[in-house]
């Protein structure tokens, strides 16, 4: 998970396994002995065939690592073309099997390795990703270990902003996206914007909360209004056994949603399903989002959900169905257990392919928290989204990020 690489270690590691290097692999006798593992933003790639070194060069199955660097495959007439787009620009990549001439935009290059089929797969030279494609490479001898950090990416970023994150609100600008947890919905069901935790924040001379969503909107972002919910003292029972309740919170929200230049709603309601009866618990829900989504399409608004994971011990949301109803879905990874340090990457892969087979990668956005996360393990997550073409990442919670954390994520995707 450890993604700070030492810049000489790294040019070192290049050399010895790239194919501008004009030697053989120092450790080819121990690759032999001991097969080469990948892995993809600090956390390993399946691959279905084992990498292996050929004269020199590490020579790797070509689509896993492609799709995983959201590369387009084709494989046709033993020609592989690799297709990239990249803020505007197209890169086309033309390979041949047993053949070192390459095209790369019509312009023809030279392999040190001849891409070959081997077990069912075609492989191509490591050092392909990095001088074609951006990746970079590094190598760990005693594991048998190569390391592919994947280049900086546009995906689409979201924030939270609440809970003392006034101190970072410059940084309202760099998303596309802004979710402002203003409201939440009190004990007694009803929905406040005078809450101990989330409340409509006072100005700060002419600083003002509608000042701060104008400001999201004129930079190009959307604002979004959350309205915030747990059910620890089963205030979001009590809101969705009534429809009462739940047809004035609906029209409070819309209303002030619409009235206060926010482009959507960020649904953020914890705690369900941790007991009771699971089916009821998901259907009210459901219902309760389809009647909010309902009312906020005829106002113009957009509609997002921040769920807990599916592998979580919360298990009163149905994706599918919620999904349906919802422009997006923002899976809140984290929380696994209550100690201090990153979140294990393992359960976050295991909640995208869950929530993947519930939702389109299109409307999932894989929740982030700089609570958990450092300058030195936020990429790991981010390389997830990447990996799985998520539609973005949305980051809990500005306040919490500071400078190093901020530059690191600068290095994995683009900020406006």
């Known amino acids: 998970m450890n993604l700070k690489k030492n810049a000489i270690l790294a040019i070192a590691a290049s050399a010895m ?22 892995v993809l933003d600090g956390y390993p790639l399946p691959f279905p065939a084992a990498p292996y070194v050929a004269n020199g060069t590490t020579m790797v199955p070509f689509r896993a690592i492609a799709e995983a660097l959201g590369i387009q495959v084709d494989w046709a007439n ?47 030279p490591l050092s392909f990703f990095s001088q074609q494609f951006g990746a970079t490479v590094g190598w760990d001898g005693p594991s048998q270990t190569v390391s592919i950090t994947s280049p900086v990416a546009k995906l689409y970023t979201e924030a939270f902003y609440a809970i003392s994150s006034y101190k970072e609100v410059g940084l309202v600008r760099k998303f596309d996206s ?22 409509w924040p006072k100005p700060a001379g002419d600083v003002t909360p509608e000042s701060i969503v104008q400001d999201a909107a004129e930079a190009g972002g959307k604002p979004m209004l959350m309205a915030v919910a ?45 007991s009771g009866d699971l089916p009821a618990i998901r259907q009210s829900f459901t219902d309760f989002v389809a009647a909010l989504n309902k009312s906020a399409k005829a106002s113009n608004l957009t509609l997002a959900l ?16 919620l999904a349906a109803h919802a422009d997006e ?34 409307k999932l956005v894989l929740g982030i928290s700089m609570g958990s996360e450092t300058a030195a393990t936020v990429n790991g997550k981010i390389g997830l989204a990447k990996r799985y073409g ?21 290095k994995s995707v683009f900020l406006r």
């Open 17 to 38: 396994l790239l194919a501008s290097a004009t030697s053989g692999a120092p450790d080819a006798a121990a690759a032999a002995a001991k097969p080469v593992s990948i």
């Open 78 to 124: 033993r020609t592989l073309t690799a297709t990239k787009s990249q803020n505007g620009a197209v890169r086309k990549v033309v390979l041949h099997q047993n053949d070192k001439k390459a095209l790369v935009n019509g312009q023809a290059q030279q392999l040190r390795v001849a891409p070959a089929a081997k077990d069912g797969s075609i492989f191509v």
């Open 178 to 199: 802004v979710s402002f947890g203003w409201t939440r919905i009190d004990a007694t069901g009803k929905l406040t914007l005078a809450g101990q935790d989330f409340f």
């Open 230 to 274: 747990m059910d620890g003292s089963g205030e979001l029972t009590k809101l969705l056994s009534d429809k009462t309740l739940q047809a004035d919170v609906i029209g409070q929200l819309v209303g002030l949603a619409a009235q206060n230049g926010f482009g959507g709603i960020t649904l953020d309601f914890e705690g369900l399903g941790l």
């Open 306 to 321: 921040a769920l807990h994971p599916l592998n979580s011990s919360y298990r009163g949301y149905d994706y599918k169905s």
């Open 329 to 362: 879905i923002i899976m809140m990874a984290y929380e696994y257990s209550y100690e201090d340090g990153p979140e294990p990457l393992n359960r976050i892969d295991e909640a995208i392919r869950l929530a993947l087979a519930e939702v389109p990668k299109s």
């Open 390 to 410: 998520l539609k973005g990442v949305a980051f809990w919670r500005l306040g919490l990020m500071g400078d190093q954390t901020l530059a690191a994520i600068q």
